[in-house]
């Protein structure tokens, strides 16, 4: 399996800046798809942003124009800008491998363990 390791989380107040880091060894050679999630307590889990093995990006609806996303293949890590955060962000962020176009059954559904995002009003 190719595991992924989020860092980076944190507590910030309402309008400051966090980045997300997702660690894969492996993801790019086996041509992994990236997914961002999210789930806040007492909720559902919920896809945040996603990168394709063509680069391709997607973001939810709640996050486009304040998150990107961007990777390093030299060094296997997916990053998650988040700009101008909103309480309502609070929640754990996970990434979850998934494969891609062409891309090797090791990178299916493997999820990191989550890192925590706090912002306060």
């Known amino acids: 399996q190719v595991q992924p390791v989020e860092s980076g989380g944190g507590s910030v107040q309402a309008g400051g800046s966090l980045r997300l880091s997702c660690t894969a060894p492996?993801?790019?050679?086996?041509?992994?798809?990236i997914h961002w999630y999210r789930q806040a307590t007492g909720s559902e889990r919920e896809w945040v942003s996603s990168?394709?093995?063509?680069?391709?990006?997607d973001y939810a609806d709640s996050v486009k124009g304040r998150f990107a996303i961007s990777e390093d293949r030299t060094r296997d890590t997916v990053y998650l800008q988040m700009n101008s955060l909103k309480p309502e962000d609070t929640a754990m962020y996970s990434c979850?491998?998934?494969?891609?176009?062409?891309?090797?059954?090791?990178?299916?559904?493997?999820w990191g363990q989550g890192t925590q995002v706090t912002v306060s009003s």
């Open positions: 492996g993801f790019t050679a086996a041509k992994c798809d």
């Open positions: 990168i394709r093995t063509d680069g391709e990006t």
């Open positions: 979850k491998t998934e494969v891609g176009w062409g891309g090797s059954w090791l990178c299916r559904n493997n």
